[in-house]
Nanobody, 123 residues
Framework: QLQLVESGGGLVQAGGSLRLSCAVS????????MGWFRQAPGKEREFVAGIRWGVGNTYYRDSVKGRFAISRDKAENTVTLQMNSLRPEDTAVYFCALNRGGYSTVFHEYDHWGQGTQVTVSP
């Protein structure tokens, strides 16, 4: 049974940086896809970034391109989201998720979720 645990959220001023980590217990398969989602109060959960566990191809929503970077460490079974030049509109609970079916930006297609970590960006 795969379990995901996020860490690294917090409060930061606009323009600052945060690094989120997701520890995966159990070994993901090469065909699995790891995603980071976020959900702000009153809004739908949205795809932020994702990576193919096997080959490492990365994907981003337009608003974070050039600011966020996703990576994975196969030896440590972790996925990291480096967030730079943060904006107040990035404030949300961030979730790590795994999709056994491969690439997807649709949250309900994901099989496993972490508990979420709060990211707050002050103006």
């Amino acid at each position: 049974q795969l379990q995901l645990v996020e860490s690294g959220g917090g409060l930061v001023q606009a323009g600052g940086s945060l690094r989120l980590s997701c520890a995966v217990s159990g070994r993901p398969y090469s065909s699995h896809f790891m995603g980071w989602f976020r959900q702000a109060p009153g809004k739908e959960r949205e795809f932020v970034a994702g990576i193919r566990w096997g080959v490492g191809n990365t994907y981003y929503r337009d608003s974070v391109k050039g600011r966020f970077a996703i990576s994975r460490d196969k030896a440590e079974n972790t996925v990291t989201l480096q967030m730079n030049s943060l904006r107040p509109e990035d404030t949300a609970v961030y979730f790590c998720a795994l999709n056994r079916g491969g690439y997807s930006t649709v949250f309900h297609e994901y099989d496993h979720w972490g508990q979420g970590t709060q990211v707050t960006v002050s103006p």
